[in-house]
């Protein structure tokens, strides 16, 4: 169960930056699009909140993993 932890902290930490900044990108390109019709502008707040939740998921993922680490090795000593 750790190492899939493991595993999926490392593809959100990764693939949240990821798809935000090609959701960015898509909506850069949309804004000086003509006749977008202001679709540009309304990716910009979804990709920063994937940026966002990409990077808290992993990150408490990631720590969780090392928390359990850290008690193991607690037991481990005593």
């Known amino acids: 169960m750790k190492k899939f932890l493991s595993v999926v902290a490392t593809i959100a930490l990764i693939g949240g930056p990821v798809l935000a900044g090609v959701t ?24 920063l909140y994937l940026l966002f939740a990409g990077l808290l998921i992993g990150g408490v993922l990631r720590l969780l993993v090392s928390i359990d680490n850290r008690l193991e090795r607690l037991e481990a000593r005593n």
């Open 24 to 47: 960015l990108l898509i909506g850069v390109i949309n804004i000086f699009t003509p006749r977008s019709g202001g679709l540009g502008f309304m990716l910009i707040v979804p990709a």
